[in-house]
């Protein structure tokens, strides 16, 4: 927890906010207040949120992260 507060102070200087992004589309619509929102999706899976987050915010930059090589290779391909 300490490491988390350190980061969110830091980032807050520099106009970010780490915010936890909920399952919901029209929640995630609701917090978006930018016209080019930055998304970090951990545990990208198959990359199905790097297709929602597109659907949501065509100018959206999105960086995934995924552990398991043969999930990695599907969505590096798919995208």
């Known amino acids: 927890m300490f490491f ?4 969110q102070k830091l980032l807050n200087i520099f106009g970010f906010r780490i915010t936890k992004i909920p399952i919901s589309n029209d ?8 016209e080019y929102p930055i998304f970090f999706d ?3 899976n198959k990359g199905q949120s790097i297709s929602r987050f597109k659907k949501i915010s065509f100018n959206s930059v999105i960086h995934s992260f995924e552990l398991i090589e043969k999930n990695y290779k599907f969505f590096k391909n798919k995208f």
């Open 4 to 7: 988390k507060r350190i980061i």
């Open 27 to 34: 929640i995630i619509l609701e917090k978006n207040v930018s």
């Open 42 to 44: 951990v545990g990208a």
